[in-house]
């Protein structure tokens, strides 16, 4: 079995900051990408960055230079630094890696149970 555990959730102030982190555990012989993804209540899954294998990053327009996503590979982790932020920024943030399983050739997405992030004053 896989598993990705996030944490780090929480209230702040508009303004303030947030470290959020997940950590894959289980059967995993490869993980390719990783990254962090956002749903507000009534609207679509959205991406928030992402970071390769070789440390490549992508950001949403909405995040940058607010956000700082990073990893250790090593530890199998994914970190995203959020400063900044704003009550828009308020949704559950879940963590994604595509991943292959020992046994398996393939590459799958799996995903956190997603931790609460609330921007408000």
């Known amino acids: 079995q896989v598993q990705l555990v996030e944490s780090g959730g929480g209230l702040v102030q508009p303004g303030g900051s947030l470290r959020l982190s997940c950590a894959a555990s289980?059967?995993?012989?490869?993980?390719?990408?990783m990254g962090w993804y956002r749903q507000a209540p009534g609207q679509q899954r959205e991406l928030v960055a992402t970071?390769?294998?070789?440390?490549?990053?992508k950001y949403a327009d909405s995040v940058k230079g607010r956000f700082t996503i990073s990893r250790d590979n090593g530890k199998k982790t994914v970190d995203l630094q959020m400063t900044s932020l704003r009550p828009e920024d308020t949704a559950v943030y879940y963590c994604?890696?595509?991943?292959?399983?020992?046994?398996?050739?393939?590459?799958?997405?799996?995903w956190g149970q997603g931790t609460q992030v609330t921007v408000s004053s």
């Open positions: 289980g059967s995993i012989a490869s993980i390719n990408a």
């Open positions: 970071i390769s294998s070789g440390a490549s990053t």
């Open positions: 994604n890696a595509n991943l292959m399983k020992y046994g398996t050739y393939f590459y799958n997405n799996y």
